[in-house]
């Protein structure tokens, strides 16, 4: 069982930065890969960045350039750094975990995931 808890979401303008992060706790969370997904109103949940337990590192084209996503295994943590954040940026944002140390971006591959965290972004 692995519990994920996402923190650092917010309410901020166009062109401003945020860093979100989930708490990872339950089982060892180093050989696992970590992924963050958004869900807007309406839409259906989508992949965002993801890291995996070899270090790389993939992102939807949507965010490439503006966000990173980064691990600390030793804290069992998981951020997403959010640069240049745009209105379309706005949605509920996930962590998630994939016990199968995959690279998908469905996510019906993911195994746990947290209780999101909401970015809404002004014009």
């Known amino acids: 069982q692995v519990q994920l808890v996402e923190s650092g979401g917010g309410l901020v303008q166009a062109g401003d930065s945020l860093r979100l992060s989930c708490a990872a706790s339950?089982?060892?969370?180093?050989?696992?890969?970590v992924s963050w997904f958004r869900q807007a109103p309406g839409q259906e949940r989508a992949f965002v960045a993801a890291?995996?337990?070899?270090?790389?590192?993939y992102y939807a084209n949507s965010v490439k350039g503006r966000f990173s996503i980064s691990r600390d295994n030793a804290k069992n943590m998981v951020y997403l750094q959010m640069n240049s954040l745009k209105p379309e940026d706005t949605a509920v944002y996930y962590c998630?975990?994939?016990?199968?140390?995959?690279?998908?971006?469905?996510?019906?591959?993911?195994?746990?995931w947290g209780q999101g965290t909401q970015v809404t972004v002004s014009s």
């Open positions: 339950g089982r060892t969370f180093d050989t696992y890969t």
């Open positions: 998630a975990v994939d016990l199968n140390s995959g690279s998908s971006r469905w996510p019906g591959t993911y195994h746990y």
């Open positions: 890291r995996a337990s070899t270090d790389i590192a």
